[in-house]
T-cell receptor, first 113, second 108 residues
Framework: DGGITQSPKYLFRKEGQNVTLSCEQN?????MYWYRQDPGQGLRLIYY???????QKGDIAEGYSVSREKKESFPLTVTSAQKNPTAFYLC????????????FGPGTRLTVT | RKEVEQDPGPFNVPEGATVAFNCTYS??????FFWYRQDCRKEPKLLMS???SGNEDGRFTAQLNRASQYISLLIRDSKLSDSATYLC?????????FGSGTRLQVQP
């Protein structure tokens, strides 16, 4: 059963702590993406990767870091440098570049207090 | 100017109504266009791609007007289950750009 999984669904952290969100896909997709969504707003691109061991900053990369050591996995670390980390984080994957549709995981709701 | 603009709504329509959403985009080089549906507190799901000649999928019809740089989505015979936020999505070279969405509420 192919798809994208994100864990955990809900995450609570104290301010000043780094936290890593997991994203795994078994769709054999080359490209993977991380977005952030704030209430009532659209998705904003944090980082994306079109191939293993390579990734690019999106529009709001400050305070975030990623790695792409395996095709299936694209974890996102929210660092203590991110000023407003509380948000809904969505991971997506696609066959190739931006001309392809993207498929999303169920998301992780991060709350930092 | 935003890269992708949508009327946020909400559009409140009775069951069985026909409703249309428009979306404008600013990058004339965009080549790929999609409509996604997002239910409250869930992930976006692909509804349909939008092709140059227009395309239909059941009760849903998508149109693209490159000259005016807008995309439309028409929903016929609205169902209660169509209530959701509809996201217009356009590729902008390196990644997809998502509109903020148009909220649809279908009422009994």
């Amino acid at each position: 059963d192919g798809g994208i999984t994100q864990s955990p669904k809900y995450l609570f952290r104290k301010e000043g702590q780094n936290v890593t969100l997991s994203c795994e896909q078994n769709l054999n997709h080359d490209a993977m993406y991380w977005y952030r969504q704030d209430p009532g707003q659209g998705l904003r691109l944090i980082y994306y990767s079109q191939i293993v061991n390579d990734f690019q900053k999106g529009d709001i990369a400050e305070g975030y870091s990623v790695s792409r050591e395996k095709k299936e996995s694209f974890p996102l670390t929210v660092t203590s440098a991110q000023k407003n980390p509380t948000a809904f984080y969505l991971c997506a994957s696609s066959l190739g570049d931006s001309s392809y549709e993207q498929y999303f995981g169920p998301g992780t709701r991060l709350t930092v207090t | 100017r935003k890269e992708v603009e949508q009327d946020p709504g909400p559009f409140n329509v009775p069951e069985g109504a026909t409703v249309a959403f428009n979306c404008t985009y600013s990058n004339s080089a965009s080549q790929s266009f999609f409509w996604y549906r997002q239910d409250c507190r869930k992930e976006p799901k692909l509804l349909m791609s939008v092709y140059s000649s227009g395309n239909e999928d059941g009760r849903f019809t998508a149109q693209l007007n490159r000259a005016s740089q807008y995309i439309s989505l028409l929903i016929r015979d609205s169902k209660l289950s169509d209530s959701a936020t509809y996201l217009c999505v356009v590729n902008s070279g390196r990644a997809l750009t998502f509109g903020s969405g148009t909220r649809l509420q279908v009422q009994p």
